[in-house]
C-alpha cells in the first residue's frame, strides 16, 4: 500500500514553501490556491504521505478530499525540482493511489466531529476556514528545526483580517487554549507548532501601494515574492527576505536582512508602521503612544508581542539602469575590504560577499554541476570568494576601475547558460596554455575573452535542459530562454535561487551581526564555526557577508547542514548548536555589535541602535 519510494521523497521535504509561489510563472497548484490549508499544496501533500506511512492518521473525509482535487498537474514538480531536485509528482500519485485503494476495498473513512470551540472559531471564519481534521492538522505538526519536536494541534484556523485575530485569541484565551502562528513554511526555530491552535495567516494577501508617499501596506499572509512583484510594476523595490517567507512573520521575527539591507538598512528602518493583536486580544498600532515599545529591545531576548497582522513597509525607486556586477576574489581578508570600502564610499545598493558554496548552489540546475562548478571556481578559476553588487550605471563604472576584473551581466549570462560546458575542462587547458603569473579568473574575466568565450562554450538555454530529467527539459530551456533568469539585479531582488541554499539537505543558517571594521573577529567567527561543523562531522560552509552601517558591520551568515531525517545527524546538529551558542555570546562580550539571530527573535521591529550600538 505504501511506496517506499514516495515515503522517502516526502520524508525529505524541506517545508521552504516555495510550492506556495509562482515564482517560476508556472502558476500555483490549483486545490492549494482555492482550499489555502497547506495540505492542498505539494508540501502538505509531501506531509500526509510521511504520516500515513508512519502510522499517525486515518483516512479521513478532508483526506479524501485533498486526495480528490489532485489534479496531477505537474506544477509541482517542476516548483520543486528547481529548488531541491525532489519529484514530489512521485508522492501526489501514490497519495492518490493509497486513498483510491483505500476506498475501493470498502474501509472506514472516518468523520471528524465538531465540539463547541471548532463551532466558535467557524463563526468568526467561515466554515470552510476552521478544522479539527486530522489530515490537515497534521500538516502543521512538524518542522525541520532540529531542537522541534512535532506537536499536534487541536485546530487550524485561517484568519484574514485583524478583527478574526482578535476573536480567535480571545476565544482561545477563554478557554485557555494555546496558540502559534505560521507564516508560509518552518521557522528553522520550531515556533510555529502548537498543542492548540494553529493561526494560519495565508489567506490575507491585501497590498496596497501608496506612490505618494513610497510605502506599501501588506496583509498578514503576503510573501515577500508577492510584494516584491507588486512593487516591481510600480517601479519599486522593497527590502525582503527569502521569496516564500510570509512578510510579516519575517519582519516579527528578526526583522529584515537582506543584501539590499547595506543601503535599505535593517530592523526599523524599513517599517513605517504595523498592526497587531496583543496574546491578550487587545488590538494596538506599532506608532501608538500607550501601546508596548517594539521600537525598543531586551538583551536578555523577548516573547512574542503578539500577532502581526499588517504592516505599511517603505518602498525605494529603481531606476532604469540598474545592473550586477560581480568581483572575483581568492583572498577573504581582499574581498571583505572591498565590501567594507564599497559600502564607506556608498557605491552599490546591494552588496555581498558569497562562498563558494553559495555561489555554485545558487547557479547551478543540479546538484551534480553544483559540486562541479564549485571545484571549477575554487580550484581551477582560484574564485574562492565572489562580491556580489547591484548598483546604477554610474556604480557600475566606479568598481569596473577600482578592481582589475569583473563579471559583468555579459559575462554572467554567458557563465549561466553555460555551465554544463564550463565543468568540462578542455577549455580550461585552452587558458591553462597562457603562460602567467595571476589566478586564471583575472584571464577569464578580461572583456577581450568573451568573443573567444562564446565560441568555445557555446551558451544557450538547451545546454541548461539537456543536464536535467528528460520530462523537464524543455521546461528548463523555456526558463533559461528568460532573460531574468540570467540577470543578476532581477536574480538579487527575488532571491529565487538562494531557496536553492538547502538542496543538500535542509539548512540551519546561523546568521547575526558583526564588526566589519574587525575582520580578526569575523575570520575567529567563521573559524571556529568550522571547527565546530568538523568536529561533528556535519556538512558546513562559509554562506555570505553583506555590509550595513555604511561598512561598520555586518550581517553574517554560516550554514549547517543536516538530514532532518535522520536521528543521528539530528543529535550531531543540537551538539554543534550547544556549542555554536556560548563560542557567539563570548565574542558578543568581548566585541560590540555582535548579536545573534536567537537574541533578536520577536523583536524584528526594534531600532537596530538599541542593539548594535549599545
Not at 524541506?14 to 486545490?31: E, S
Not at 525607486?317 to 565590501?339: L, M, Y
Request: glycine fraction near 8%; include cysteine.
Amino acid at each position: 500500500m505504501i511506496s517506499k519510494e514516495a515515503a522517502g521523497i516526502a520524508a525529505q521535504c524541506r517545508h521552504y514553501a516555495m510550492c506556495k509561489i509562482d515564482f517560476l510563472q508556472t502558476g500555483l497548484c490549483p486545490p492549494g490556491e482555492n482550499n489555502h490549508y497547506v495540505s492542498y499544496y505539494p508540501q502538505g501533500r509531501m506531509d500526509l504521505y510521511d504520516a500515513l506511512a508512519k502510522g499517525l492518521i486515518p483516512v479521513t473525509e478532508r483526506l479524501v478530499d485533498i486526495a480528490d482535487t489532485c489534479t496531477l498537474c505537474g506544477i509541482c514538480d517542476k516548483q520543486c525540482h528547481f529548488v531541491t531536485e525532489l519529484r514530489p509528482m512521485k508522492v501526489m500519485r501514490a497519495l492518490k493511489e493509497y486513498v483510491d485503494s483505500h476506498l475501493a476495498e470498502n474501509k472506514k473513512v472516518v468523520k471528524i466531529e465538531e465540539d463547541d470551540i471548532l463551532r466558535q472559531f467557524k463563526k468568526i471564519v467561515g466554515e470552510k476556514n476552521a478544522t479539527n481534521d486530522p489530515a490537515i492538522l497534521v500538516t502543521y505538526s512538524n518542522d525541520p528545526a532540529p531542537m522541534a519536536k512535532p506537536q499536534m494541534p487541536q485546530y487550524i484556523v485561517l484568519p484574514s483580517n485583524r478583527d478574526e485575530v482578535k476573536d480567535i485569541v480571545s476565544i482561545c484565551n477563554k478557554f485557555k487554549i494555546p496558540f502559534a502562528v505560521r507564516g508560509n513554511g518552518s521557522s528553522v526555530f520550531g515556533i510555529v507548532m502548537s498543542e492548540g491552535v494553529v493561526l494560519d495567516m495565508g489567506r490575507d494577501k491585501e497590498i496596497t501601494i501608496d506612490r505618494d508617499n513610497w510605502k506599501v501596506n501588506t496583509g498578514a499572509g503576503v510573501s515577500a515574492f508577492d510584494l516584491q512583484q507588486e512593487a516591481e510594476k510600480n517601479g519599486f523595490r522593497v527590502n525582503s527576505a527569502e521569496p516564500s517567507a510570509i512578510v510579516c512573520s519575517n519582519i516579527m521575527c528578526s526583522g529584515i536582512l537582506s543584501t539590499f539591507s547595506n543601503t535599505y538598512g535593517t530592523g526599523a528602518d524599513n517599517y513605517v508602521d504595523a498592526e497587531f493583536v496583543s496574546n491578550k486580544g487587545e488590538a494596538f498600532d506599532l506608532n501608538d503612544k500607550i501601546g508596548p515599545n517594539l521600537f525598543g529591545f531586551d538583551k536578555q531576548g523577548s516573547p512574542s508581542p503578539g500577532i502581526c497582522t499588517g504592516a505599511s513597509i517603505k518602498l525605494h525607486k529603481v531606476t532604469e539602469d540598474e545592473e550586477g556586477i560581480g568581483i572575483p576574489f581568492s583572498s577573504f581578508d581582499e574581498a571583505a575590504i572591498f565590501c567594507r570600502d564599497l559600502s564607506h564610499r556608498r557605491i552599490g545598493i546591494s552588496i555581498a560577499m558569497l562562498g563558494g558554496e553559495y555561489i555554485s548552489t545558487f547557479i547551478s540546475p543540479t546538484s551534480d554541476l553544483a559540486e562541479k562548478v564549485k571545484t571549477l571556481f575554487i580550484e581551477t578559476l582560484g574564485i574562492k570568494f565572489l562580491v556580489v553588487v547591484i548598483g546604477d550605471k554610474y556604480a557600475v563604472e566606479t568598481i569596473k576601475k577600482m578592481t582589475p576584473v569583473t563579471i559583468d551581466d555579459k559575462l554572467f549570462r554567458l557563465m549561466m547558460l553555460s555551465l554544463p560546458q564550463m565543468v568540462e575542462g578542455e577549455w580550461i587547458e585552452m587558458l591553462g596554455d597562457i603562460e602567467t603569473d595571476v589566478n586564471l579568473f583575472e584571464l577569464f574575466c578580461k572583456e577581450e575573452m568573451y568573443p573567444l568565450l562564446e565560441t568555445v562554450l557555446d551558451p544557450s538555454p538547451e545546454s541548461i535542459g539537456a543536464i536535467v530529467p528528460e520530462d523537464l527539459r524543455d521546461f528548463y530551456t523555456q526558463l533559461y530562454s528568460r532573460p531574468e533568469m540570467t540577470n543578476l539585479a532581477w536574480l538579487s531582488t527575488f532571491r529565487i535561487l538562494s531557496s536553492r541554499m538547502g538542496r543538500f539537505k535542509h539548512v540551519v543558517a546561523f546568521i547575526g551581526y558583526a564588526p566589519l571594521d574587525k575582520l580578526e573577529v569575523i575570520k575567529q567567527m567563521i573559524g571556529e564555526f568550522k571547527r565546530i561543523g568538523d568536529k561533528y562531522e556535519l556538512k558546513h560552509d562559509y554562506g555570505f557577508i553583506t555590509p550595513v552601517d555604511l561598512g561598520k558591520r555586518a550581517i553574517l551568515e554560516y550554514d549547517f547542514y543536516i538530514d532532518h531525517t535522520d536521528p543521528a545527524e539530528i543529535q550531531q546538529m543540537l551538539r554543534a548548536m550547544g556549542e555554536a551558542g556560548p563560542m557567539i555570546g563570548e565574542l558578543s562580550q568581548k566585541h560590540k555589535g555582535i548579536q545573534w539571530i536567537n537574541t533578536i527573535l520577536f523583536q524584528g521591529f526594534s531600532r537596530k541602535e538599541n542593539f548594535l550600538y549599545r
